[in-house]
């Protein structure tokens, strides 16, 4: 079972940035934060990951706490185009595969 | 570069036929990742291969299911004697190593219905 703990939907006003929320109490020191999303029908595209820092990339930014136990995917400025199903990931087994949860679902509307 | 390629993007089958679902991976890459999403659930992880390796295969059904990634070609994900639960859309993904740092890349699916 995912290790993670997201609300089950939000919505966004397009041009406005959204917020994603999660929770991972119980993160290990060595495992990453990853995050990604499903556009309806499409397949799984990678966002951002990060340990402890703080990232950012030109699709959103990361704030992890400095506990680890929650973090926040931020995109800046959303689009139509971002509403989907978006994805915290912490637990990484040891041969790397991901495991999905529910995902929150993000409808941006106009 | 091209991406995670699947083929086909759709594919019907009557209840007994043998399904064959293709990944080629992208380029440089050598580890393969076929996750499941029936109707209307999340991504279910089924098997993990290296090439000529099957490495991690908890996710897989006991009966009927069967993977591969042969050291030429693609992947390929084989559902024998395919039944209406088997429908559901199966992603391929890829990644360059065996690393907690790595990401994977996706492919867009096959849509498999069984009539």
């Known amino acids: 079972d995912a290790k993670t703990t997201q609300p089950t939907s939000m919505d966004c006003a397009e041009g406005r940035a959204a917020n994603l929320p999660c929770n991972h109490s119980?993160?290990?020191?060595?495992?990453?934060v990853y995050w990604y999303r499903q556009i309806h029908s499409q397949g799984p595209q990678y966002i951002i990951h990060?340990?402890?820092n703080n990232e950012t990339n030109e699709m959103a930014s990361l704030i992890i706490t400095e506990d680890r136990k929650s973090s926040t995917l931020i995109l800046p400025h959303a689009t139509l185009r971002d509403t989907a199903v978006y994805y915290c990931?912490?637990?990484?087994?040891?041969?790397?595969?991901?495991?999905f949860g529910k995902g929150i679902t993000l409808s941006v509307r106009p | 570069n091209a991406g995670v390629m699947q083929n086909p993007r759709h594919l019907v089958r009557r209840r007994g036929q043998e399904a064959r679902l293709r990944c080629s991976p992208m380029k440089g890459h050598s580890h393969v990742y076929w996750y499941r999403q029936l109707p209307e659930e999340g991504l279910k992880f089924m098997v993990y291969?290296?090439?000529?390796?099957?490495?991690?295969e908890s996710g897989m059904p006991k009966e009927r299911f069967s993977a591969e990634f042969p050291k030429e070609g693609p992947s390929i994900l084989r559902i024998q004697q395919v039944v209406r639960g088997d429908s559901a859309a199966y992603f391929c993904?890829?990644?360059?190593?065996?690393?907690?740092?790595?990401?994977?890349?996706f492919g867009s699916g096959t849509q498999l219905s069984v009539l």
């Open positions: 990060g340990l402890k």
């Open positions: 119980t993160i290990s020191g060595n495992e990453y």
């Open positions: 291969l290296q090439k000529e390796n099957i490495i991690d």
């Open positions: 990931i912490v637990e990484r087994g040891a041969n790397s595969k991901l495991t």
């Open positions: 993904a890829s990644s360059p190593a065996r690393d907690r740092n790595e990401k994977l890349f």
